[in-house]
């Protein structure tokens, strides 16, 4: 760990940056523990994106038709408009899991099962974090804050940013709709009987509404952080009876025509896999496709099974390196941010730093100033990022 940041004052805040570990074998890491997942609560957003804690968006797995043409129904996608993807979701849950536990154990076992958890955060947060030390392209940045002893990270988008995704490429954006258009036809609102709906060809699962979302929120631990994650899951295997066995991630990928693209295609297997695996996922049905949207075949993946298939090979990667970075990272992360958890001109609210992930050159860990903290408040009624409701429910 390098710090820099040289003010004398003692007071003064600096930035912290880390570097990515070495991708060669991990032979010498010790191997980091990592919990199996288990399901906390599930819940859904319906298609007005109410949260509802229902079963309402849950989507069973069904094979696909064969040859299907995955570009059916883009005229008639309902497309959530992008969003800062704020934890508020993700809050009314663990909420709900407190008053659960409150009501089952007595008062304040919420809270102090709360002040057990590390971290809490979206899936696909965890994810960029655990890949980023094999990330060659893309850049993020997240904002966090720590509460009573537990950290929060949001994925931070800047308004620029935001409507840069949003002003994606006709081209590029019929390519997204493949993804959903997939999850359609892979899906029924009954186990094992293929939707048929008026007006659609058998099998088809039904207009895509992004909006629409079944979600899980799990509890695990990365060596000695606990953490809470909640993420999106695509459908289950048969009935589902409340665990994280059934559960089946949904994919698509351009069909593999010669040795590049299979190298290609490995390296993908990486955010596959780190994706699933953090929720307990166990199950990967991969779509493989034409250009055109043309589904060609279906491939069924173990999770556990994907580092093993990848070791040797011309995209190979190491879940070993992800995870020790993972823990590297938190306890450097969870340092920071206690060490010098208020800011010195309000001493009664936390403070909230931004942690960017570079490709190839490693993170910082910089605190915001006035300016950045109003950005990241957006004008609504927040302390840092988190909603004023439950920053009250969970400080005092
Ligand atoms: P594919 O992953 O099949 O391409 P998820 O796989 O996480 O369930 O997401 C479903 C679909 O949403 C993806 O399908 C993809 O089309 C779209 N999607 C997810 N994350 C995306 C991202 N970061 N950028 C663009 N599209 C994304
Ligand atoms: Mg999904
Ligand atoms: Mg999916």
């Known amino acids: 760990i390098e710090t820099t940041g040289s003010q004398p004052e003692e007071s003064s805040v600096s930035s912290t940056s880390l570097a990515y570990p070495s991708l060669h074998s991990s032979t010498s890491l010790r191997p980091v523990p990592f919990q199996q997942p288990s399901s906390l609560l599930t819940f859904s957003y319906n298609p007005q994106r109410v949260l509802e804690f229902t079963n309402s968006a849950l989507r069973y797995y069904i094979d696909p038709p064969p040859g299907a043409d995955l570009r059916y129904g883009y005229e008639r996608w309902i497309k959530r408009p992008e969003e800062k993807s704020r934890l508020d979701g993700l809050l009314r849950a663990i909420e709900r899991i407190m008053e659960k536990a409150d009501t089952s154990m007595g008062l304040g076992s919420g809270k102090k099962w709360l002040r057990e958890i590390a971290v809490v ?25 720590c509460v009573n002893g537990t950290i929060y990270l949001e994925e931070h988008l800047s308004d620029a940013r935001l409507a840069e995704k949003e002003d994606i490429a006709p081209r590029h954006r019929q390519q997204t709709y493949y993804g959903y258009s997939f999850e359609s036809w892979c899906t029924s609102s009954r ?153 010195s001109e309000s001493a009664s609210t936390p403070r909230v730093w931004r942690v960017s992930l570079r490709p190839r050159d490693g993170v910082t860990i910089t605190p915001l100033d006035a300016d950045g903290v109003k950005e990241v408040q957006g004008g609504e009624d927040r302390v840092g990022f988190l909603p004023k409701w439950y920053y009250d429910l969970v400080s005092r």
């Open 191 to 343: 186990p094992g009987i293929p939707e048929q709906i008026d007006g659609h060809p058998i099998g088809w699962g039904g207009d895509v509404d992004t909006n629409v979302q079944w979600c899980s929120v799990i509890k695990t631990k990365l060596g000695d952080n606990r953490l809470v994650v909640g993420g999106e899951v695509d459908c289950v295997r048969g009935e589902h009876q409340g665990r994280t066995d059934k559960l089946v991630e949904l994919k698509t990928s351009m069909s593999i025509r010669g040795p590049e693209d299979e190298a290609r295609f490995e390296k993908k297997l990486l955010k596959f896999y780190m994706q699933s695996f953090l929720l307990g996922v166990p199950e990967i049905v991969v779509g493989f496709r034409t250009p055109a949207g043309r589904l060609t075949t279906t491939q069924v993946f173990r999770t556990i099974e994907i580092p093993r298939l990848v070791r040797g090979k011309p995209g190979a990667w190491d879940p070993q390196i992800c995870l020790s970075w993972g823990q590297h990272f938190l306890s450097t992360l969870k340092s920071v941010l206690s060490s010098q958890a208020t800011s």
């Open 121 to 145: 955060t979206w899936r696909g947060v965890m994810t960029k974090i655990l890949t980023a030390p094999y990330e060659e392209r893309d850049g993020c940045e997240f904002n966090a804050m």
